[in-house]
């Protein structure tokens, strides 16, 4: 009997160029979690220059003409390579990490320009491709154009600077490489635990070099994107110190939002009546209005959470990594003995501040912890402060969306106060739409002030808290979800960084609204600046004036006269009433109208309320200066709360004693 078996009809091998081959590639790359699949790259954003535009840029146009005008991978334009990363962040956001973009650029400064994008990514926990272009590998007519020449290190370039931003890096010097450098970045960028930039360096030269590659290198290929559960052990160690708490907190970050974990945690916290505190990442994991939800934590967190963070004794971190905001600098949890669950897929930030670590998805753990502790409740006291806080925060938070007439009337004609703006536009937006932001004194206001409605419609990167991110990141979320509104708010100082992006945004009649603040200069630094002696020194936008300072009168820059050079429809606005309608001609503006750009002028003495925190930022231990000598003695005192955070939330039930007692349940000392 014959055996064999049948020939297999299809080619074994297809000629590509290395650029060729990575196109198609990339177009095949699928995502799966629970059973459902999704494209991984939506697409390709890129800036041609010699580097690339006969490599990747050619594979491109190429895939272009034999898709018919549709190609699996289409190509965007963009102005600025820093902000094409910036883009293709905000868009894997929105997409709870399950898909993203490729990003490509020229060699040199074209190249180095993704840096921040990179390191803002890897941070971020987010996943980008990067495809930064490499100078000659063959060095047959070195030094070339951009390239940088190291005289110890000869295989040394420009793009070397990606290893310490990527969470993979490699560089591929013959086209046999190229296979195991595309898996290799997609192992990271589909992995939860370890996701963030993976940067694929292509010399100009290798892109257009032609090989024989495997067939099956380009057959559709699925990434599984785990949902690690936690083990059983950990979940009863976990349940066991909460149960033993008086006043247990959940301070809840990104990983909730990444892990569709939101209906997990709202059952859990009313199952328990434990209090949630949100980071940045965070907010908007329980809706504004539910009775566990505190707002945000730290500093610049609402009163109500603080005062609940300050007195926990068992604070349950959730997709968090514990950044100085979120922990006030390490001074917002001040009860003695403190101790820590955190519940991440990441290890890295699992045992954090000697916390009893449970390495899972935040979703599958959580979902463990509502059944581990069931018939477990706070007491009803703690449950009436959590209210009684709530409720005088909110009081706060009205009197900032609409200041009383004392405030106004001290006004400049024509200006807001910037609790007014915010105000204005999450009582005007509906429910889905996003507000984004990223530096500044915007911030912070949103993490105390905005009232979230929705999982998906709060998105402040205050990871690296990027200047110039907004507008780029805009473009993404909305590519992700254009059945949302994006609101993007943006400082003059965030705006002047990056605004070319409105001209992509028109290009592909893009609808984004941003909401352009005008304080004539650093808002958030010239406050901190004050604080700490340095009276707002070198933070606004002045002329300079005879005494070789600059204080002379603010600059004649016309914002709205540049946007509108870009292409984008500016409202002016400059009153209230103006600013509502502004909101909702933004709103009756196209899909494909392209961005709309609000202008509006603020005062940046007027600020929102405290949170009753706060962050450490050194001040000269030694000035002539009294406004220093008292901004330093302020810091000494807030540096004595400081906590190290390092009690472990369980011991050893079994060893040496602690001295006047024995290891007792979870090894907390008896006497």
């Known amino acids: 009997m014959n055996t064999a078996r049948p020939a297999d009809p299809r080619p074994t091998t297809v000629r590509l160029t290395v650029a060729q081959a990575t196109v198609r590639f990339l177009a095949a790359q699928w995502s799966e979690r629970d059973g459902e699949h999704r494209r991984f790259f939506a697409g390709v954003l890129g800036i041609f220059g010699h580097g690339n535009v006969a490599g990747v840029g050619q594979a491109l146009f190429q895939a272009e003409q034999d898709g018919d005008g549709h190609p699996d991978l289409p190509y965007v334009l963009a102005r600025n390579e820093q902000a094409m990363v910036h883009t293709a962040v905000g868009y894997a956001r929105q997409r709870d990490r399950r898909e993203t973009w490729a990003c490509t650029a020229s060699v040199g400064p074209g190249s180095t320009n993704m840096l921040t994008g990179a390191a803002l990514a890897t941070i971020n926990r987010v996943p980008v491709l990067l495809l930064p272009s490499?100078?000659?590998?063959?060095?047959?007519?070195?030094p070339v154009l951009q390239e940088l020449e190291q005289p110890g290190a000869a295989d040394v370039t420009v793009n070397d600077a990606f290893r310490p931003l990527?969470?993979?890096?490699?560089?591929?010097?013959?086209?046999?490489?190229?296979?195991?450098?595309?898996?290799?970045?997609?192992?990271?960028?589909?992995?939860?635990?370890?996701?963030?930039?993976?940067?694929?360096?292509?010399?100009?030269?290798?892109?257009?070099?032609?090989?024989?590659?495997?067939?099956?290198?380009?057959?559709?290929?699925t990434w599984h994107i785990a949902r690690p559960p936690a083990e059983a052990a950990r979940i009863a160690a976990a349940a066991a110190v909460i149960?033993?708490?008086?006043?247990?907190?959940?301070?809840?970050?990104?990983?909730?939002?990444?892990?569709?974990?939101?209906?997990?945690?709202?059952?859990?916290?009313?199952?328990?009546?434990?209090?949630?505190?949100?980071?940045?990442?965070?907010?908007?994991?329980?809706?504004?209005?539910?009775?566990?939800?505190?707002?945000?934590?730290?500093?610049?967190?609402?009163?109500?959470?603080?005062?609940?963070?300050?007195?926990?004794?068992?604070?349950?971190?959730?997709?968090?990594?514990?950044?100085?905001?979120?922990?006030?600098?390490?001074?917002?949890?001040?009860?003695?003995?403190?101790?820590?669950?955190?519940?991440?897929?990441?290890?890295?930030?699992?045992?954090?501040?000697?916390?009893?670590?449970v390495v899972a998805d935040a979703r599958e753990a959580l979902t463990a912890?509502?059944?581990?502790?069931?018939?477990?409740?706070?007491?009803?006291?703690?449950?009436?402060?959590?209210?009684?806080?709530?409720?005088?925060?909110?009081?706060?938070?009205?009197?900032?969306?609409?200041?009383?007439?004392?405030?106004?009337?001290?006004?400049?004609?024509g200006v807001l106060t910037q609790g007014t703006v915010l105000g204005c536009v999450n009582e005007l937006t509906d429910p889905r739409d996003v507000v984004l932001c990223a530096a500044g004194s915007m911030p912070g206001d949103l993490h105390k002030l905005w009232r979230v409605r929705d999982r998906k419609a709060y998105h402040v990167e205050y990871g690296y808290s990027c200047m110039g991110y907004e507008i780029p990141a805009a473009l993404g979320v909305r590519l992700a979800d254009d059945t949302r509104d994006v609101f993007a708010m943006v400082g003059d100082g965030g705006y002047l960084m990056m605004p070319a992006e409105l001209s992509t945004a028109v290009q592909e009649r893009i609808k984004i609204v941003v909401v352009l603040v005008q304080n004539n200069g650093f808002h958030s630094?010239?406050?901190?600046?004050?604080?700490?002696?340095?009276?707002?020194?070198?933070?606004?936008?002045?002329?300079?004036?005879?005494?070789?300072?600059?204080?002379?009168?603010?600059?004649?820059?016309?914002?709205?006269?540049?946007?509108?050079?870009?292409?984008?429809?500016?409202?002016?606005?400059?009153?209230?009433?103006?600013?509502?309608?502004?909101?909702?001609?933004?709103?009756?503006?196209?899909?494909?109208?392209?961005?709309?750009?609000?202008?509006?002028?603020?005062?940046?003495?007027?600020?929102?309320?405290?949170?009753?925190?706060?962050?450490?930022?050194?001040?000269?231990?030694?000035?002539?200066?009294?406004?220093?000598?008292?901004?330093?003695?302020?810091?000494?005192?807030?540096?004595?709360?400081?906590?190290?955070?390092?009690?472990?939330?369980?011991r050893p039930e079994h060893g040496p004693a602690d001295e006047g007692g024995t290891a007792g349940p979870n090894g907390r000392k008896q006497p």
């Open 243 to 357: 149960r033993s708490a008086r006043r247990p907190l959940a301070v809840v970050g990104g990983g909730v939002h990444y892990s569709g974990a939101e209906d997990a945690l709202r059952a859990f916290a009313e199952a328990t009546g434990i209090p949630v505190g949100e980071t940045q990442a965070g907010k908007g994991s329980l809706p504004h209005g539910h009775p566990r939800a505190m707002g945000g934590i730290g500093a610049t967190g609402t009163t109500a959470a603080n005062a609940l963070a300050r007195d926990a004794d068992v604070v349950i971190g959730i997709g968090t990594r514990w950044s100085d905001f979120t922990t006030a600098s390490r001074t917002a949890f001040q009860e003695r003995g403190v101790r820590f669950v955190n519940v991440n897929v990441a290890n890295l930030d699992a045992g954090k501040h000697a916390g009893l670590s």
């Open 525 to 650: 630094i010239g406050s901190l600046s004050q604080s700490l002696g340095s009276q707002r020194y070198g933070t606004s936008y002045r002329y300079r004036s005879a005494a070789g300072r600059l204080d002379g009168p603010p600059l004649p820059t016309d914002l709205a006269a540049n946007a509108r050079s870009l292409g984008a429809h500016v409202i002016e606005v400059h009153s209230r009433a103006e600013l509502e309608a502004a909101v909702a001609e933004a709103k009756a503006w196209p899909s494909d109208g392209g961005p709309v750009v609000i202008h509006v002028e603020t005062d940046p003495l007027v600020h929102a309320p405290g949170s009753d925190s706060w962050w450490d930022v050194p001040v000269s231990e030694v000035s002539t200066l009294a406004t220093t000598q008292d901004a330093r003695a302020d810091y000494t005192r807030h540096k004595a709360a400081q906590r190290p955070l390092l009690d472990p939330a369980l």
């Open 166 to 221: 990527s969470r993979f890096f490699d560089r591929v010097t013959r086209p046999e490489q190229l296979p195991a450098a595309l898996l290799g970045a997609m192992r990271v960028l589909t992995d939860p635990a370890e996701t963030g930039a993976a940067t694929i360096a292509l010399p100009q030269d290798v892109q257009a070099e032609a090989h024989d590659w495997p067939a099956e290198l380009f057959a559709p290929r």
């Open 369 to 413: 912890l509502t059944g581990a502790l069931r018939g477990h409740r706070v007491a009803d006291a703690y449950e009436e402060e959590q209210a009684a806080l709530w409720q005088a925060w909110d009081r706060e938070v009205e009197a900032a969306y609409n200041p009383p007439g004392s405030v106004t009337a001290k006004l400049p004609d």
């Open 134 to 142: 490499d100078t000659f590998a063959t060095r047959v007519s070195a």
